[in-house]
């Protein structure tokens, strides 16, 4: 991806748009590795670190954040005017994020229940991930994103290989670390076995049930397969599980609500009586 | 010969006073020794004083998985599992049963098949790199709990890690520190089928030392020369005819009373008659290849090799991770996915697991632990998949016709 030899550094941008900040903490809690981050790239441009901001172009740029407002719909465009490599970190980035509930929502009456004067307040009615605007090179899932996919994808893209990263369900990391599994032993709506794995099945290794922050597995928008098989999983919650439509419905209509399979498995339970 | 005098719970005394006086009387006989539950940590205690790190089944999380226990308390005393399709659940009884709990989602395979095992490190030297190999550290542990099921699963591993010239040096040096202390079932899970199987409920080989729990005595099969070396200085009883004969009693008793069976009986070929059979639509339907089953399965070995480079190009460490045929890059050959549906994938771990493994390795795959029915989170049960599948082998042209999902 970029020549290793070349005396210059890849030139590094991390831009916010809709988004909480914690994927940026997450490049930050790097800790010893952020030194080698520093030493490998040019940081040429991440507000949230330093008030030395560069223009572009840049060589790679993560964005964190979905697009909710006209003016980030212009400005991801000029981002990736100025980029090489662009890549989303977050559900925010890659799937809109918790705030893509307003997708089925009136986000006026939202605006006006919160806001005094809401006449002032911009914002378009959808949240949308990035790849709805720009062609994104790489996606990182999670809620935050893990901090070693990261490092993980950085160092394939600087010795100049495609970044590649597991899109396996997250039951198989839980079995690999020897957690019982909260499904079958605490009947728990584990969303685990269609969730993509990346976070080192902490939620499960605590006792309560994956909530899907990771996005779906193998086969999401722009993976190689097909979709998990939600269907069957949401049909357990419901015969087996005993969950009402609605809870069903909630299950998938989370951090990662906005993305297929999920957004088409919560309309689906969101119409049932 | 004398017999111990006492059979019922509750009389302790009698047994420590009778141990007392006939210390070391009964050490290192024939077979069918008496342990008093009482004095089961006299045996942990000799498996520590030979260096043994001992491992048994603790309850957590809602079941039992392995971890180092010190004392006899560490172990589920009075607990019961019960297992069904998708759902796990423990029980506390009053019971003073010290191995009520069948098993839990482990096996023992991780005890020789590392989930995560290092394999290399690799260095960036001035004229090349530099290769150093992370060999396993061997270890002595000791298990204690596992089961005929479990014991067969470990034949069908050191088969395929072990065999000639495929010997796998991190496996060997694993399986070399491992002592078995197995547990004779008396009492079956509805997902057991090992009868069928003709895997158990009866450990037939491969322990160092077999248990079976009557009451408050364990009766002890000695298996190996390092389990009769371990019961060297331990107190141990004959046991009478009779009592021989309750334990082998509860073991026929738990193989009559298994709900689920394997039907082997046309195997390997039924199978792969089968192959297009509208009953794999309708498993497909309901399987999330979550990798789960595969995951629990004593026997299943595939794993993958990961490399995880430094961020400044001078290093790179490759390990291995169990890996499942129902993941999507499994199925990856050069530029082309062979098992890109669900219906493919688990179509093949079947016909492999109760077929193919057959003409592959000499054995079924299978020993009817029945742990792929209770942990697979939407129940699908192999026995029953292959019921339908090989009940109507003889109309396999309807290939393609949809079957109704559930």
């Given at each position: 991806m970029f020549n290793p030899d070349e005396r210059q550094r890849p030139r590094l941008a991390v831009v916010k748009f809709a988004s909480c900040d914690g994927c940026q903490l997450s490049i930050l809690n790097l800790e010893e590795d952020l030194l080698a981050l520093g030493r490998t790239l040019d940081i040429a441009y991440f507000p949230e670190a330093s008030s030395d901001m560069r223009p572009g172009p840049y060589d790679i740029a993560l964005v964190e954040g979905?697009?909710?407002?006209?003016?980030?719909?212009?400005?991801?465009?000029?981002?990736?005017?100025?980029?090489?490599?662009?890549?989303?970190?977050?559900?925010?980035?890659?799937?809109?994020?918790?705030?893509?509930?307003?997708?089925?929502?009136?986000?006026?009456?939202?605006?006006?229940?919160?806001?005094?004067?809401?006449?002032?307040?911009?914002?378009?009615?959808?949240?949308?991930?990035?790849?709805?605007?720009?062609?994104?090179?790489?996606?990182?899932?999670?809620?935050?994103?893990?901090?070693?996919?990261?490092?993980?994808?950085?160092?394939?893209?600087?010795?100049?290989?495609?970044?590649?990263?597991?899109?396996?369900?997250?039951?198989?990391?839980?079995?690999?670390?020897?957690?019982?599994?909260?499904?079958?032993?605490?009947?728990l709506p584990c969303l685990g076995p269609v969730t993509r794995t990346g976070c080192g099945a902490i939620c499960p290794g605590m006792g309560r049930d994956c909530y899907g922050c990771f996005g779906p597995s193998e086969g999401a928008r722009k993976g190689p397969g097909l979709p998990p098989n939600t269907t069957s999983l949401a049909g357990h919650f419901h015969s087996d599980l005993q969950l009402i439509p609605i809870e069903v419905m909630r299950r998938f209509r989370g951090i990662n609500g906005a993305v297929s399979p999920f957004r088409a498995e919560s309309d689906i339970w969101e119409k049932k009586p | 010969m004398i017999f111990p005098p006492c059979t019922r719970r509750g009389e302790f005394v009698l047994w420590r006073d009778y141990l007392l006086e006939n210390e070391r009387r009964f050490v290192a006989d024939d077979i069918h020794k008496i342990l008093p539950v009482a004095h089961l940590q006299r045996l942990l205690d000799a498996l520590s004083a030979k260096g043994y790190r001992i491992v048994g089944p603790t309850v957590h999380d809602g079941s039992v998985v392995w971890e180092t226990i010190r004392v006899v308390a560490d172990l589920p005393i009075g607990w019961r599992d019960h297992q069904e399709p998708a759902r796990y659940r423990l029980e506390q009884t009053r019971s003073s049963e010290i191995f009520g709990v069948v098993h839990g989602p482990q096996s023992l395979k991780p005890f020789a098949f590392a989930p995560r095992e290092s394999l290399l490190q690799i260095e960036r030297t001035k004229d090349g790199f530099a290769t150093h190999q992370m060999a396993a550290q061997p270890e002595k542990v000791a298990v204690i709990g596992a089961r005929a099921c479990d014991l067969a699963g470990l034949a069908i591993q050191d088969r395929i890690f072990l065999k000639d010239a495929y010997r796998d040096p991190y496996y060997a040096v694993r399986r070399e520190g491992l002592f078995v202390i197995a547990v004779n079932c008396t009492r079956a899970l509805s997902t057991c089928f090992c009868a069928s199987m003709e895997t158990g409920p009866r450990a037939k080989a491969g322990f160092d030392l077999a248990l079976t729990e009557v009451d408050d005595r364990l009766l002890i099969d000695v298996g190996s020369e390092a389990g009769r070396q371990v019961l060297e200085g331990i107190s141990l009883f004959p046991a009478s005819e009779e009592l021989i004969g309750e334990g082998a009693t509860s073991i026929d008793a738990c193989a009559r009373s298994q709900v689920r069976r394997l039907d082997r009986a046309r195997l390997p070929q039924a199978l792969y008659d089968v192959h297009e059979h509208p009953r794999w639509d309708d498993v497909a339907g309901r399987c999330l290849a979550c990798t789960n089953c595969t995951m629990v399965c004593p026997t299943c070995f595939c794993h993958t090799i990961e490399e995880t480079p430094d961020l400044s190009h001078q290093q790179t460490a490759r390990a291995r991770l169990w890996d499942s045929c129902f993941t999507q890059e499994h199925g990856y050959i050069h530029g082309k996915n062979i098992r890109p549906t669900i219906k493919d994938r688990y179509r093949m771990w079947l016909t492999h697991k109760l077929a193919s493994w057959i003409d592959q390795f000499g054995m079924s795959g299978c020993v009817g632990c029945g742990r792929c029915i209770t942990w697979c989170p939407v129940g699908i049960d192999l026995t029953e998949e292959l019921s339908v599948l090989l009940a109507s082998s003889n109309r396999s042209s309807v290939a393609g016709r949809p079957v109704e999902g559930r």
């Open positions: 979905s697009i909710t407002t006209a003016e980030d719909a212009h400005r991801i465009l000029a981002l990736r005017q100025q980029t090489k490599v662009l890549i989303t970190i977050g559900a925010c980035a890659t799937a809109g994020g918790i705030q893509a509930l307003r997708n089925w929502a009136d986000v006026e009456s939202f605006k006006r229940a919160v806001y005094p004067s809401p006449e002032y307040i911009q914002s378009l009615s959808t949240s949308t991930p990035i790849s709805e605007h720009v062609h994104v090179d790489f996606e990182l899932w999670g809620c935050p994103i893990d901090k070693g996919q990261l490092l993980r994808v950085i160092t394939d893209l600087v010795v100049g290989v495609q970044p590649r990263l597991p899109a396996d369900s997250v039951c198989l990391e839980c079995k690999r670390r020897g957690n019982v599994c909260v499904l079958v032993a605490k009947g | -």
